[in-house]
């Protein structure tokens, strides 16, 4: 099967033309103007943009966590995915404290395997590092493709490790050139503030925001840089909220170490306001919590400024059923939001329609800059020769509304609901194949394939 893209403004992290698109079976096999070419399929992209398929590096599919599991499975959630433009996803295998990451892994391919409509990868969280764990790391990076492994600084008691575990890890992933990715922010000062406000009788949503201050993120984030300075290990710093925590970074960037950077889409356009009506607000208790209008501002310079590479969603759906698990005391609401549908038209819609970001940054951010960070580029995050097709065409004029009652996530709301967005993904590819096309899907599950990745010390 062939398809011709004809006329589209073809936009990659680093170029801007007008040109046509010939792809042969998965891959792009030539990019040039007035392609002179046989295809079976013509799609007339005049008048619109054609950019790499997103990629979300922080998805929560299927997953159990606080007494629940996240509400979109690996179907329905890679499914949204695709409506929304974003065609691999990297979600996460969580280590049970006592047993192995190989066992771990097995549980999650039994969610994921055949399942999936687009394609993705996984991170492996280490929640429990030892003599037993430090042995599987090098078969994960080098048999399973598996290059980062993540970690958490907080959720004390079920995946927090240690600043011991934390060294011991990076000197191992470093050794066999992995990435060490982590939710950084200081578990012992939360629960505290958690305890502090709930002996107290304060047990609405707000107090899940007030039990989570910037210094929380911005110590932890700041202690993470240096043990990673102190082992030379990559690192990456997942869902990046405020000020106080860039600050930590750009510090570290001074001594030339390489920390990336991830924020979500919710922390550029939502802030903590939303958490001042009554059990509303569960709606938004995700951790770390949305913050304050300047650190918005942080952000989005921070992102121009290239301190912040990746706009993920870190998208892990509940039903307002389960978020009720919390109704007398938030710190039982189960912590999380859907986005993964709806990040790149926010993104585009607030950021690059808006005069934020140019459109080159729009694909950095929303793709290259993953695939480059996770190990899997140029196979996916661009628009190359020899790339997979994985292409979105969007036409930049037509306005939507997002709600719950027309999304594909399966979550009974929408953090957004009511949102105007200027410009539509009408097209999807994946591996050459048309996925979404007038709001319509057209592969099946089963078509998503798990991507092993590189090493990552080869590409960054
Ligand atoms: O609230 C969140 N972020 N839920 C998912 C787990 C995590 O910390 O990423
Ligand atoms: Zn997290
Ligand atoms: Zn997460």
New binding site residues.
Partial sequence: MSILIKNGRVITASSDSIADIFIDGETILSIGKNLDVQADEIIDATGKLVMPGGIDP???LDMPFMGTFSSDNYETGTRAALFGGTTTVID?VLQTQGKSLQSALQEWKGRSDNNCLGDYSFHMAVTDYNEDTKKEIQHFIEEEGIVSFKTFMAYKGALMIDDRQMIGLMQEVKKHGGLINV?ATNGDMIDFLIAKHKSEGKLAPLYHYLSQPEITEAEASGRFADMASYTGCPGYI??LTCEGALNAVRNATRRNQKVFVETCIQYLILDASLYEQNFEGAKWVMSPPLREKKDQATLWAGINQGLVQVVAT?H?PFMWEQKLMGKDDFSKIPN?HPAIENRMELLFSEGVQKGRITLNKFVEVSSTNAAKIFGMFPKKGTIAVGSDADIIIIDPNQTHTISASTHHMNVDYSGYEGWELKGKIETVLLRGKVAINDNECKVQKGYGQFIKRNKVSQII
Avoid: A, E, I, L
Wanted: proline share 0%; with cysteine; hydrophobic share 30%.
């Fill in positions: 922080h998805v929560h996460f939710h997942v869902h870190d892990c999380g």
